[in-house]
């Protein structure tokens, strides 16, 4: 289960960040990203940088694949698994 503050936070970063000119104010958490046609490699290494940052961690390249940044919520789920790992 995810900090619902990490996903907010996430979610928020992502609509001021990263969709700024798409209208997506009702996102949820398991909406799909990738099936929506959101996210590209671009957007995904910005969602990265920030949660190294924000989050204090550091994700490996082998984490970096499409089932952990398909919704907030798999994204919340991979800071925690390496909030964890510290």
Excluded at 13 to 20: A, D, R
């Amino acid at each position: 289960m995810t900090d619902p503050a990490v996903e907010s936070t996430l979610r928020e970063f992502l609509l001021t960040e990263v969709f700024y000119d798409r209208e997506l104010e009702d996102l949820g958490a398991e909406e799909s990203l990738i099936e929506g046609g959101l996210l590209d490699s671009l957007s995904i290494l910005r969602i990265v940088t920030f949660c190294e940052e924000r989050f204090g961690i550091t994700i490996p390249d082998t984490e970096v694949l499409p089932d952990h940044f398909d919704n907030i919520r798999a994204i919340g789920e991979l800071v925690a698994r390496q909030r964890a790992k510290r």
